[in-house]
């Protein structure tokens, strides 16, 4: 084990278990494990509040805690894995999490239901966190990139395609197989876990100097953050107590947090790891990257589903078949092209991507359909597969090989508070978008104006023409007009939306530029030789300095 205290995180030592390949490969599963069954859950929530009998507060409730237990864990596992080993730490919870995957669709009451999301979501929390540390401990130098890579390919591929799934579990082998299905991989999971990881000892020297107090209020703090995030537009923000509750303390907490790991003899995850100017940066463009990014996993399938009104499985062909397929050969070229090209040339690519992809979601029309959307999307699979993973490597390529735990502890906070965050604003402005949309075209629809008049005359002379009574068509025709400035509403306010994320990538562009070359390492391409000296040649002292 590694001599540096805790603040500085376990070093790297390079030690391979008997097959760190299949180690390797057990923690990217359970990466998608993770991410397969988050995006199942939030697309097929409508389906469960249905199958459970849930009202639509239950059914919010519900969703939020079966996420925020994830943060209350997730920061400190990378440590836990350190001290405790990777199999104790995945193999144990992976039995747990398979047997509540299999329980939970028979179960009715719904506050056992809450309960056993509640650990769900704490297992889940296991997971993903161990993956950068176990590929960067476990796998050679040279598959390094490939692996990482492998980690950023799964969040946009599972984003993508588990529309989908859900659309392909509801209408044809049961909802009960959102549950299911990451039973299965889970299965998969503690196989390679088994198989490819060593049987370690306990490390009783860091266990018994471990940073407890700060590792309960970090991961308590931003379990209740996001609990308050998430229930915010709901509960009209800070007009509710509960949701005001939930920020205050969540945020007292991580101020609390901030002031152990200075004041603490050996911190667990101290700041000071995000305090070099290429890693901050890096972080600055991963939220912009987040944000960006909301273009392909938010608006074009709500767009869809709130104008188009078509359900997940009419949605996820084109974001399936232009964007989560395409994606496989997108990693692969990024992966080569890191391995030539300085990361920050890809990240770059991949943001140009998202801002023509943002550009092209401003000429939306209510016309709209899953085909029109094919350009956008694969413009938005070359944004993801080429941002995250040159993001993903820079980081890592900067990062001081000492601190390996401290820097996962905060990529696990960018990875749900943050992305939980910039889905939550985003919410929220499409919503005030919308209203503000709403009134001002409504504005120009007023009683006895003439082109009103003639679109209801209009509306109402077809409902008669289908058998509808003069009162009923009536009364149609009004319902209908106001259906369509709500639509043309909700239209605008996604152009809204598609600007905003433009201008996210347009950020992450400037924020790139500002960054330095990585050091010389693994995760960078390799200096070019060289040329030979033509002639005789001045010694080596007389070379002017640069």
Same mark, same amino acid.
């Given at each position: 084990?590694? $001599?540096?205290?805790?603040?500085?995180?376990?070093?790297? $030592?390079?030690?391979?278990? +008997?097959?760190?390949?299949?180690?390797?490969?057990?923690?990217?599963?359970?990466?998608?494990?993770?991410?397969?069954?988050?995006?199942?859950?939030?697309?097929?929530?409508?389906?469960?509040?249905?199958?459970?009998?849930?009202?639509?507060?239950?059914?919010?409730?519900?969703?939020?805690?079966?996420?925020?237990?994830?943060?209350?864990?997730?920061?400190?596992?990378?440590?836990?894995?350190?001290?405790?080993?990777?199999?104790?730490?995945?193999?144990?919870?992976?039995?747990?999490?398979?047997?509540?995957?299999?329980?939970?669709?028979?179960?009715?009451?719904?506050?056992?239901?809450?309960?056993? +999301?509640?650990?769900?979501?704490?297992?889940?929390?296991?997971?993903?966190?161990?993956?950068?540390?176990?590929?960067? +401990?476990?796998?050679?130098?040279?598959?390094?990139?490939?692996?990482?890579?492998?980690?950023?390919?799964?969040?946009?591929?599972?984003?993508?395609?588990?529309?989908?799934?859900?659309?392909?579990?509801?209408?044809?082998?049961?909802?009960?197989?959102?549950?299911?299905?990451?039973?299965?991989?889970?299965?998969?999971? @503690?196989?390679?876990?088994?198989?490819?990881?060593?049987?370690?000892?306990?490390?009783?020297?860091?266990?018994?100097?471990?940073?407890?107090?700060?590792?309960?209020? !970090?991961?308590?703090?931003?379990?209740?953050?996001?609990?308050?995030?998430?229930?915010?537009?709901?509960?009209?923000?800070?007009?509710? =107590?509960?949701?005001?509750?939930?920020?205050?303390?969540?945020?007292?907490?991580?101020?609390?947090?901030?002031?152990?790991?200075?004041?603490?003899?050996?911190?667990?995850?101290?700041?000071?790891?995000?305090?070099?100017?290429?890693?901050?940066?890096?972080?600055?463009?991963?939220?912009?990257?987040?944000?960006?990014?909301?273009?392909?996993?938010?608006?074009?399938?709500?767009?869809?589903?709130?104008?188009?009104?078509?359900?997940?499985?009419?949605?996820?062909?084109?974001?399936?078949?232009?964007?989560?397929?395409?994606?496989?050969?997108?990693? $692969?070229?990024?992966?080569?092209?890191?391995?030539?090209?300085?990361?920050?040339?890809?990240?770059?690519?991949?943001?140009?991507?998202?801002?023509?992809?943002?550009?092209?979601?401003?000429?939306?029309?209510?016309?709209?359909?899953?085909?029109?959307?094919?350009?956008?999307?694969?413009?938005?699979?070359?944004?993801?597969?080429? $941002?995250?993973?040159?993001?993903?490597?820079?980081?890592?390529?900067?990062?001081?090989?000492?601190?390996?735990?401290? !820097?996962?502890?905060?990529?696990?906070?960018?990875?749900?508070?943050?992305?939980?965050?910039?889905?939550?604003?985003?919410?929220?402005?499409?919503?005030?978008?919308?209203?503000?949309?709403?009134?001002?075209?409504?504005?120009?629809?007023?009683? =006895?104006?003439?082109?009103?008049?003639?679109?209801?005359? +209009?509306?109402?002379?077809?409902?008669?023409?289908?058998?509808?009574?003069?009162?009923?068509?009536?009364?149609?025709?009004?319902?209908?007009?106001?259906?369509?400035?709500?639509?043309?509403?909700?239209?605008?306010?996604?152009?809204?939306?598609?600007?905003?994320?433009?201008?996210?990538? @347009?950020? =992450?562009?400037?924020?790139?530029?500002?960054?330095?070359?990585?050091?010389? =390492?693994?995760?960078?391409?390799?200096?070019?030789?060289?040329?030979?000296?033509?002639?005789?040649?001045?010694?080596?002292?007389?070379?002017?300095?640069?």
């Amino acid at each position: 084990m590694a $001599t540096e205290p805790i603040g500085a995180g376990a070093a790297s $030592t390079g030690r391979s278990s +008997h097959n760190p390949v299949l180690g390797a490969a057990a923690v990217l599963v359970g990466a998608f494990l993770v991410s397969f069954d988050q995006r199942l859950f939030a697309i097929g929530l409508p389906d469960l509040r249905g199958a459970f009998g849930l009202t639509f507060d239950e059914g919010t409730w519900l969703a939020t805690i079966a996420l925020a237990p994830q943060l209350l864990v997730a920061p400190a596992i990378p440590w836990l894995a350190t001290v405790l080993g990777v199999r104790r730490v995945l193999v144990v919870p992976g039995l747990v999490y398979i047997a509540l995957s299999l329980a939970i669709p028979f179960v009715s009451d719904y506050q056992v239901l809450l309960t056993l +999301h509640f650990v769900h979501g704490l297992l889940l929390g296991i997971f993903i966190p161990v993956t950068i540390m176990i590929v960067l +401990h476990n796998l050679p130098m040279r598959w390094w990139i490939v692996g990482l890579a492998m980690y950023s390919f799964r969040l946009s591929f599972t984003g993508n395609s588990g529309v989908s799934l859900v659309g392909f579990h509801v209408q044809h082998l049961g909802w009960e197989w959102i549950y299911w299905q990451n039973a299965i991989v889970a299965v998969l999971m @503690i196989l390679l876990t088994w198989l490819g990881t060593p049987r370690e000892g306990v490390n009783r020297r860091l266990l018994a100097s471990a940073d407890w107090g700060g590792m309960l209020m !970090l991961g308590g703090g931003l379990a209740l953050i996001y609990a308050g995030l998430d229930q915010g537009n709901r509960l009209d923000w800070f007009e509710s =107590g509960i949701v005001t509750s939930l920020l205050v303390g969540g945020g007292v907490l991580v101020v609390g947090f901030l002031i152990n790991e200075a004041v603490v003899r050996e911190p667990w995850a101290h700041p000071s790891v995000l305090m070099s100017r290429n890693i901050g940066l890096a972080m600055l463009a991963l939220m912009a990257y987040m944000v960006t990014s909301l273009s392909n996993m938010m608006l074009v399938p709500t767009f869809l589903t709130v104008v188009g009104h078509l359900r997940p499985e009419q949605v996820g062909d084109v974001l399936l078949n232009c964007t989560a397929l395409p994606l496989v050969g997108v990693v $692969t070229a990024a992966v080569l092209l890191l391995r030539r090209f300085d990361a920050r040339l890809v990240i770059l690519g991949g943001l140009t991507c998202f801002a023509v992809a943002g550009w092209m979601g401003t000429g939306i029309t209510p016309e709209w359909s899953p085909d029109d959307f094919v350009p956008m999307a694969l413009m938005q699979s070359l944004g993801q597969g080429l $941002t995250f993973t040159g993001l993903l490597v820079f980081v890592v390529s900067n990062a001081n090989p000492a601190r390996t735990v401290a !820097l996962v502890a905060y990529i696990q906070v960018m990875r749900l508070d943050i992305i939980e965050i910039t889905t939550t604003v985003m919410s929220t402005w499409l919503r005030v978008r919308e209203q503000v949309h709403s009134n001002l075209i409504g504005l120009h629809v007023s009683v =006895g104006d003439s082109e009103v008049v003639q679109a209801l005359d +209009h509306l109402k002379a077809r409902f008669i023409e289908h058998s509808a009574a003069a009162e009923t068509a009536v009364a149609r025709a009004t319902s209908t007009l106001a259906s369509l400035v709500r639509r043309q509403a909700d239209v605008l306010s996604f152009i809204d939306g598609f600007e905003v994320t433009f201008w996210a990538a @347009i950020a =992450g562009i400037l924020l790139v530029s500002l960054m330095r070359t990585a050091p010389p =390492g693994p995760l960078t391409p390799a200096a070019p030789k060289p040329a030979p000296a033509v002639g005789r040649s001045r010694p080596a002292s007389t070379y002017p300095k640069v």
